[in-house]
Each structure stands twice: as structure tokens, then as C-alpha cells.
């Protein structure tokens, strides 16, 4: 029986030999691909065929990957894949080192659905494409609807969903002072799309990160909320949306996806995969982003 791994494996094998034509032979009929922070706006296809006239050719790179990191969710038809992709945009001959992370959901053997979170700026760098990125963001309005009421948390607040549900409101809720209060006082937490990102170890250095919500003014809702829960009984992977405003800007709306490791209640690891794109095009912040790659 094809498994959801083995549909992952041959579809991130053929992306880096190149054999784009071949692979859309792995997605449904009406299967549904979704591009949660792919910029200016996000992007969803619907559709073998939608598929094969939007990604057919796919790019002109040279790459492998490295590092993956498959995760099995308690639905037994969703994976969850952290890998890397190193190589060489081959038109410019700037090499790259991007992170993904990618939701799966296979039935009978073919994708169904997709949601694929890339590191689109360090790609888009090595194709020389950040001033056309820039431009593209002067246009580009996501659209904006009313932010749901929050459902009532229903979890454990002690159990790693219920540790995820805390922090993700937590921010919502503007309580700078107790999120740093969820982690463990040696932990691990990293930002892989954000160039140059510290890694953060402890308690005390998540006291100093927090601190950009107050100083920003940050106000952001919780929308959209979907937490799986893995196979490891201390994993959760959690996608959300903020909207919001911060300082003085427009409201806008950015999609993440997390990944949490939560021992006794405590946060002990996390790789916390954010749309930094979004976030400095809506601050006013996009040139000084843009110079960090």
C-alpha cells in the first residue's frame, strides 16, 4: 500500500531531479494545493490541470534536500514534512539554502490536499528577484474578513495543545510578560525563515523577544486555529493566522505554521515558521528584510 511517506519521497525526489511534468500524476483529480505565505498574497489551486498550467517547467534550479523531518499525525491519512533545500539557481549562479515545511493529506494513494510553507525569500534572492518582490508588494492587498469569536479551549492547558492554544492567544491577548513563562528555562526556539535569526535558549532570552510586541504595539486576533497532533505524544504542529495591526499600520493578516515540543507543560523546543515577508511589507519594514539576505 502507497503511504503518505512514500508520496512525499517521490514527490520531493522528482522537485529535485527536476521531472516536473511527471509529478503531477501524484495529486488527485480535484486535488487542492495551498501556498499559505507565498508572496505578495497567498495562493490556493484547485485541480490536476490548474496544476500542471501553473507549476508545469517548475524552476531553473539545481538542488537536493537535506534534513528531512517527517512527522505522522494521529489522522492517518496527514503528514507533516520539515526538509531543507540546498542548491543553485541555475540563471544566476547564486547558491541557496531554504527550509519547507509541508502538510500532506493522500487518499487512495494520491494527494488530496497540500499546504506548503517555503522560504521564499532565500530562493527569490538567488534568482536576483528582490526588487520585483519589492515591487509586487506595493499592489498586493490580501483580503481581510471579520475575525471569528475564539472558540472556548477545550484542552488540557498543560498538554501540548493546550500549551500551543496558550501561546498563540497569549500574543493575541498582549501578555508579553507571561508567554516567556510557557517555555522551559533551557529551551530551543528558532525563526527559519527569518535570515540571521538568533537561535533563542532559555527562558531569559524569550523575556528579550517578547519584548517587540509591547515596544511595536502589536495587536493582533487569533484566526483560523488548526493543531495536529503528531505522533509523538510531546509534538504538536499548530497553523494559525494573525490580523492585526502593529504601530501604526494597516491591518493586515499573516499565516504560520509551528512546530512544539512540550515536556511537563513547558515549552522545550520550537521551530516557529512565520510569513516575515508579510509582517515587514505591512510594517513599513520590507527594505530592511530585504537586506538581511
Known sequence: MTTPPDIFDRLSEGITAGNWEDLFDLYAEDAVVENPQRPPVPTRFKGRETLRRNFGGGFNVR????????????????????????????????????????????????IAHSRDYHDYLRLIAARDGLEDLRKSYETAERELTPVPPRPEPTAD???????????????????????PELYAEETHVTHPFLPGAKTLESREDLREHFKFGEQGKVRFQVRDLVVHETLDPEVVIGEFDYQGTAGDSREFRVSNIFVLRVRDGLIVESRDYADHLAIAAATGRLDELLARV
Open 63 to 110: 538542488m537536493s534536500r537535506a534534513d528531512v523531518l517527517i512527522h505522522g499525525t494521529t489522522d492517518p491519512e496527514v503528514i507533516i514534512a520539515e526538509y531543507r533545500n540546498v542548491g543553485e539557481a541555475l540563471d544566476t549562479g547564486k547558491s541557496f539554502d531554504m527550509a519547507n515545511i509541508q502538510l500532506l493529506r493522500v487518499r487512495g494513494g494520491l
Open 157 to 179: 492547558p498543560k498538554s501540548p495543545r493546550g500549551v500551543f492554544e496558550r501561546l498563540v492567544h497569549g500574543v493575541a491577548d498582549g501578555d508579553w510578560a507571561g508567554l
